[in-house]
């Protein structure tokens, strides 16, 4: 059984620590937080152990989970590189490079994995990037660790901008929208929390259907939309405002966002 020091339990570092002990019997937990009393509420409702200090987790631990903020993250494994170096290292925080992490850590395997949101409710979207020390086991437990919080994909660091901008960024796109969905209904008499549910479920259902059935999002939109009828009434009305244009602008925008705010925490 490998042993999981989390360092930061807020509210990405906590649904990991959920979701790994309710998920997996290959891994023990224990938790680490500047916050004592957050530490230790989130090692109670799981079962884990929670520890003093800093120092004590990494000794403890076969895996060191970096879910603290970025401006933090880099003085944190310069402080702890002695014991760290001899640690598989994952680091969530945004922005931080694997290069940096690695000429900190000289002798340490260090992943690079951007999880979002939906974390909190086990459906998250983590994004895995090795270093150029993981081999395939390490990259391995990684996918299993971060498979206990929804699901994972292995991309290059050069992507991780891009990924931002889509699953990092995209679920404020989504809750954007569900928002939008529900005042349309509002206007036209519904209960606001009956269209926040209408609108909730219907975007929930939606991106089932495009995980589990093998065709593309527009084929699935093509079966929605009966000539001349209310759907496609619906979309002319989204694409000649620009919906798809609008869309495509943001994720670029976010991208280029995260790539120089990136370039101050490396």
């Keep these: ?5 989390i ?3 807020g509210n990405m570092g906590g649904a990991l620590a959920k979701g790994i002990s309710a998920a997996s019997r290959d891994f023990s937990i224990i938790c680490y937080d500047i916050v004592v009393e957050k530490a230790k509420r989130i090692c109670d409702e799981i ?5 003093a200090t800093i120092e004590e987790l990494i000794v403890q631990s076969d895996i060191v ?4 903020k970025p401006d933090v993250v880099m003085q944190l494994v310069r402080e702890n ?8 290292v994952i680091s969530i925080a945004a922005g931080v490079s694997l290069m940096s992490l690695e000429e900190a850590l000289e002798n340490g395997m260090v992943l690079r994995v951007m999880p979002n949101t939906p974390a909190l409710v086990g ?3 983590s994004v895995i990037s090795p270093g150029t020390r993981c081999d395939e086991q390490t990259v391995h437990l990684a996918e299993k660790i971060f498979s206990s919080i929804g699901k994972t994909v292995i991309l290059p660091e050069k992507m991780m901008d891009a990924v931002t901008a889509i699953s990092g960024c995209g679920p404020a796109y989504a809750f954007t929208m ?19 549910l209408l609108a909730a479920q219907t975007l929930a ?24 009828g209310s759907t496609i009434e619906a979309v002319h009305c989204l694409e000649r405002a620009g919906f798809s244009g609008i869309l495509m602008d943001a994720i670029e925008a976010a991208a280029k966002k995260s790539e120089k705010l990136g370039g101050k925490t490396k």
């Design 1 to 5: 059984m490998k042993k999981v020091g």
């Design 81 to 88: 590189s002695n014991q760290l170096k001899y640690k598989i």
């Design 205 to 228: 259902g939606a991106a089932e259907m495009v995980l589990q059935l093998p065709m593309n999002p527009i084929e699935l939109r093509n079966m929605v939309t009966s000539p001349g």
């Design 123 to 125: 459906k998250a979207m």
């Design 65 to 68: 989970i970096l879910a603290v």
């Design 178 to 196: 569900i928002h939008a969905m529900a005042d349309g209904g509002v206007k036209l008499g519904i209960p606001r929390n009956v269209a926040i």
């Design 7 to 9: 360092v930061g339990v």
């Design 47 to 51: 079962g884990c152990r929670d520890c």
